[in-house]
């Protein structure tokens, strides 16, 4: 199979790259390393997938590029390119949200018409629920988008609704619920938690700190991703992906205080414009229809996190492969 993985240089799209290269497929990688982040954090993310002979890289802006070759020569799509977060999604920047996650993916979907039946896998978010009347939320609760963020998430997934039903693309798309790992980016609550704890510093909670995420570690969602292309019954679909149980965010840091083996000092901050109370996922249309179900562990997967964020800190060698902390992979 030869894929194309767009964001293959952003947190999942690595991930996701570096499962398919393990398991014999070819892919071309798509990214254009938009400035939400820093540069080398993903050149380190995408140094193992470069060490296959199999993957290739193609440095293009998917709101302005030709992607016509790109799609039709591939088996399957899986389109992570996007521009994340909630908080910094108003103002200006809000610009930013609609070209990459708006536009590139109409010009992703214009080009993918021409060859409907390769499977195209979108990658949502639960920001598209906003603040959800009802808890674990099923994939026909009427989303309410809390955030500038969600509501370009929730356009992408109406554009793949209207090419599957005008155009017969076979789009899938996945909201996932708060993912979290190795190579999370640096503006995510897990990411900036460990490097404070690490460091003996003090940890910034935006809220109380009960409120609770159905936090999915980044294997489940590498693994939903993969099987959502192969399913010809997901098509047109939309699924949940979460990791089976909500987690406040004082119990995460629980969690991590244990693994530090030191008190943590936390300060309680008001919480920020576009973060939702609680989110959590009724996955039983995944469960039935894809056949997936999270298998990480809350500790397991901190553990990991926990483990990846040392070994880039100065002094310490950056690693590559997968962490040693999490059981089942």
């Not at 943590?264 to 995944?286: I, M």
């Not at 999270?294 to 070994?311: C, F, K, M």
């Amino acid at each position: 199979m030869r894929a194309l993985v767009t964001g293959c240089a952003g947190f999942i799209g690595s991930h996701l790259t570096e499962s398919l290269l393990r398991d014999g497929h070819a892919v071309v990688g798509v990214d254009c390393f938009n400035d939400n982040y820093a540069r080398p954090q993903k050149l380190a993310n995408l140094a193992h997938a470069q060490a296959w002979d199999h993957f290739d890289f193609v440095p293009i802006d998917l709101a302005r590029g030709d992607l016509y070759s790109l799609v039709v020569e591939s088996d399957c799509v899986f389109h992570l390119a996007a521009e994340p977060g909630v908080r910094a999604s108003w103002g200006r920047r809000f610009e930013h949200y609609l070209r990459n996650n708006v536009l590139a993916t109409q010009h992703l979907l214009e080009a993918a018409r021409k060859v409907p039946d390769t499977p195209f896998v979108y990658a949502s978010s639960s920001s598209i629920y906003g603040q959800a009347e009802t808890l674990p939320t099923s994939e026909d609760t009427l989303p309410q988008p809390f955030s500038p963020y969600g509501v370009t998430k929730l356009a992408g997934e109406n554009l793949c609704r209207l090419y599957h039903a005008n155009h017969a693309v076979r789009t899938v798309s996945l909201r996932y619920f708060s993912v979290y790992g190795p190579r999370q980016r640096p503006d995510m609550a897990f990411y900036s938690f460990c490097q404070a704890a690490l460091a003996g510093e003090e940890i910034v909670v935006y809220g109380d700190g009960e409120q609770t995420r159905d936090f999915t570690y980044v294997d489940d969602i590498v693994t939903a991703t993969r099987v959502a292309a192969t399913r010809p019954t997901a098509a047109g679909g939309v699924f949940n992906v979460g990791g089976g149980s909500q987690v406040s965010v004082n119990h995460a840091l629980n969690i991590l205080a244990e693994f530090t083996t030191r008190a943590l000092g936390v300060r309680y901050l008001e919480s920020e414009h576009g973060d939702v109370r609680d989110t959590g996922a009724d996955t039983t249309r995944a469960r039935h229809l894809l056949g997936f179900e999270a298998r990480t562990e809350i500790e397991n997967g901190l553990a990991a996190e926990l483990e990846w964020v040392e070994s880039t800190l100065p002094g310490n060698r950056q690693r590559v492969g997968p962490s040693s902390f999490v059981e089942g992979r």
